[in-house]
């Protein structure tokens, strides 16, 4: 029963610690000239350019839930 305790809170703090990893990383897909992730798109050309992310009502959502689910998961 111990063991299984333990073992619970380590996949809890495990997911924890993704889930502050994936809200604050700042580069989720990269290639040669393109960065992106969940809050800004940046071009590395010669004028570095970083523009806001879509704003799509599905995208703003998503940064909805996961600065609540980081909330919620302090709390």
């Given at each position: 029963m111990?063991?299984?305790?333990l ?15 994936s809200?604050?990383v ?10 992106a ?9 010669s ?19 996961m ?5 919620f998961?302090?709390?």
């Amino acid at each position: 029963m111990l063991l299984l305790l333990l073992g619970i809170i380590v996949l809890h703090v495990t997911v924890l610690v993704l889930l502050f990893v994936s809200t604050i990383v700042s580069q989720w897909l990269v290639s040669s000239e393109h960065t992106a992730d969940l809050w800004q798109n940046c071009t590395s050309g010669s004028p570095f350019q970083c523009l806001a992310s879509s704003s799509n009502e599905w995208l703003q959502s998503v940064q909805a839930m996961m600065i609540l689910s980081v909330i919620f998961s302090v709390l």
